[in-house]
């Protein structure tokens, strides 16, 4: 297991996004790629294509994969990102949030628009953090994530973007601020990615403005799998506009996230 060092911390802390280089070996990327195949000839009910009606090429996203696929259960529960994202949150504890599949092939235009995970999402806290883990060799050329540093200190939560055309209606009665449109003004921010190689993974603050242009390459995929963790402040918080999960935890609003639909991953039982 990589080391998670103080200086990561720091900067994770500052800039609300760090990238770790070779935090998962040969192995475990062996066994992803394999598992996201077998998503990809058989998706599970939560697939879908988020470039279908606005460009060619496919966006293949899927979520909830742990629930009926042994590997992606193998690296949700024991592989090193529990233990990263704990260390990472300053948490003594780590639960499993869920899991989301990013596929962009060779030619897909569709970007990810830019967006706040939590504002997405039933939980209240300022621990919850993704480890977006890299399957392939990714650049700015085939869809390498991008972040806005520090805007997780902002203070403002931004209305839900859809990542799909047509599904604008879902967030339209949210009182949410919208938001602003960073690509017509790229300058004013402080925008950071990185280039990356199978293993090497991105852990970001649930809170961070991110987005990621498509696919130009002709040849070249994008397969990034995130595995998201909540800490010890984080609470249960189904207020109106959040997505619903497909299986009800039993959880009651306020309560910690540690549940069966919400195992605890870190300390390993």
Not at 45 to 54: D, I, Q, R, V
Request: some cysteine; overall charge negative.
């Amino acid at each position: 297991m990589i080391s998670v060092t103080d200086t990561d911390v720091a900067a994770y802390d500052r800039d609300g996004v760090v990238c770790l280089r070779g935090a998962f070996d040969a192995v475990w990327v062996g066994i992803l790629c394999e598992a996201v195949e077998r998503d990809l000839l058989q998706p599970g009910p939560n697939a879908t294509n988020f470039a279908e009606g606005s460009t060619a090429g496919k966006f293949f996203g899927d979520m909830f994969m742990w629930r009926r696929d042994n590997d992606f259960r193998l690296a949700a529960l024991a592989s090193p990102a529990g233990e990263i994202a704990a260390a990472m949150m300053r948490s003594q504890g780590a639960d499993f949030f869920y899991d989301q599949l990013f596929v962009k092939e060779p030619g897909t235009a569709h970007p990810t628009p830019w967006h706040q995970d939590q504002p997405y999402w039933p939980v209240a806290g300022s621990q919850i953090t993704s480890v977006w883990i890299a399957l392939d060799d990714i650049d700015r050329s085939n869809g390498a994530v991008e972040f806005i540093a520090g805007s997780h200190h902002w203070g403002i939560n931004y209305r839900p973007t859809p990542f799909r055309k047509g599904h604008e209606i879902k967030f339209t009665s949210s009182d949410l601020a919208q938001i602003p449109d960073i690509d017509a003004d790229r300058g004013k921010y402080d925008i950071r990615s990185w280039e990356m190689e199978p293993g090497d993974c991105l852990v970001f603050h649930s809170m961070i403005v991110h987005g990621a242009p498509g696919n130009d390459t002709p040849g070249a995929r994008r397969r990034g799998l995130s595995l998201r963790y909540t800490g010890d402040d984080a609470r249960y918080d189904p207020r109106p506009g959040t997505f619903q999960f497909p299986h009800k935890p039993d959880l009651a609003a306020g309560a910690p996230m540690t549940c069966d639909l919400f195992p605890r991953v870190w300390p390993r039982r």
